[in-house]
Nanobody
Framework: VQLQASGGGLVQAGGSLRLSCAAS????????MAWFRRAPGKEREFVSS????????YYGDVVNGRFTISSDRPKNAVYLQMNSLKPEDTAVYYC?????????????????WGQGTLVTVSS
C-alpha cells in the first residue's frame, strides 16, 4: 500500500487545517490507518487512528478533543481535521497503515508510511 499525505501549511494559532492521506494498492478492510507527528527535536508520536472497515477511531492524548479522524472508503482516503491549533502542534504529520487493530500507538507496528506533510502553527 502506498500512502500520500497532503494538506499541511501555515496557520495561525486557533485556526484549522485538514490533512488528507490517499492510499493506493491493496487495502484490507481489517486494516487500520493512523496519523503520527514529529515536532522539531522530538520523537514521532501517535495522534489518531481509524479502522478501515468499521470506522472505529482512537485518539492520542495530544489531541484533547481538537482533532477528528475520518475515512472515505470508496476514495481510499483518510483525513485529519485539526481545530483550535496551537504552536505546539507544529510538526511533520505522517499517515501510516497496518493490518489488524487500530488500537496501536507504536510507530514500529505500522508497516506503510506516507512522506509527511508539514504543519506550522504561528502564535
Amino acid at each position: 500500500v502506498q500512502l500520500q499525505a497532503s494538506g499541511g501549511g501555515l496557520v495561525q494559532a486557533g485556526g484549522s487545517l485538514r490533512l488528507s492521506c490517499a492510499a493506493s494498492g491493496r487495502i484490507f478492510s481489517g486494516g487500520a490507518m493512523a496519523w503520527f507527528r514529529r515536532a522539531p527535536g522530538k520523537e514521532r508520536e501517535f495522534v489518531s487512528s481509524i479502522r478501515w472497515g468499521s470506522g472505529s477511531t482512537y485518539y492520542g492524548d495530544v489531541v484533547n478533543g481538537r482533532f477528528t479522524i475520518s475515512s472515505d472508503r470508496p476514495k481510499n482516503a483518510v483525513y485529519l481535521q485539526m481545530n483550535s491549533l496551537k504552536p505546539e502542534d507544529t510538526a511533520v504529520y505522517y499517515c501510516a497503515g497496518r493490518s489488524g487493530s487500530h488500537y496501536v500507538t507504536n510507530e514500529r507496528d505500522y508497516t506503510n508510511w506516507g512522506q509527511g506533510t508539514l504543519v506550522t502553527v504561528s502564535s
